[in-house]
């Protein structure tokens, strides 16, 4: 935890506050103590504490969002569709964010798997023994009987 203290005359230009609130973007905010006091020359000022945590590594660029459809054949981001509608109501059943279950990375290359079996979705790098067990039997079940249904109906 670290903090930042910024003190903003009432007289001060936009400038001060937006590099006060350029900093509080860029950052994840605990907490903020704000107090206005009046200094000798009768100008009154806001001292404003910022509590925050620091950045892990500032130098770190975001990864940019892949459009999995350009990045997928048609077909594999039909079964990437599906497999997210899966993704998302497992992750509802355990209150949990769907990329706790399986990121996006990680359901296109599922959706790339010749057929949603166990033993194929053990082989993909990042996906470990626990989450198998926890989802990944799930998420084959769900997609196969899917499949199957829609068999049975065409």
């Not at 937006?18 to 100008?43: A, C, P, V």
Request: net charge negative.
């Amino acid at each position: 935890m670290e903090i930042k203290i910024f003190d903003i005359s009432s007289r001060g230009s936009d400038e001060e506050l937006e590099k006060m609130n350029k900093f509080m973007r860029g950052h994840k905010i605990l907490d903020i103590d704000r107090q206005f006091y009046t200094s000798s020359d009768n100008i009154g000022h806001w001292s404003i504490l910022v509590t925050y945590l620091p950045t892990v590594n500032p130098n770190v660029e975001r990864k940019e969002k892949v459009d999995y459809k350009s990045v997928l054949s048609e077909e594999d981001f039909e079964k990437f569709t599906r497999l997210r509608a899966i993704r998302k109501q497992l992750a509802a059943d355990d209150a949990v964010p769907a990329y706790s279950v399986f990121s996006d990375s990680e359901l296109a290359q599922i959706a790339q798997l010749p057929q949603v079996l166990i033993g194929e979705i053990k082989r993909i790098s990042g996906i470990g023994e626990k989450r198998v067990e926890k989802y990944g039997k799930l998420l084959c079940a769900a997609y196969n009987n899917e499949d199957e249904a829609s068999r049975v109906s065409d």
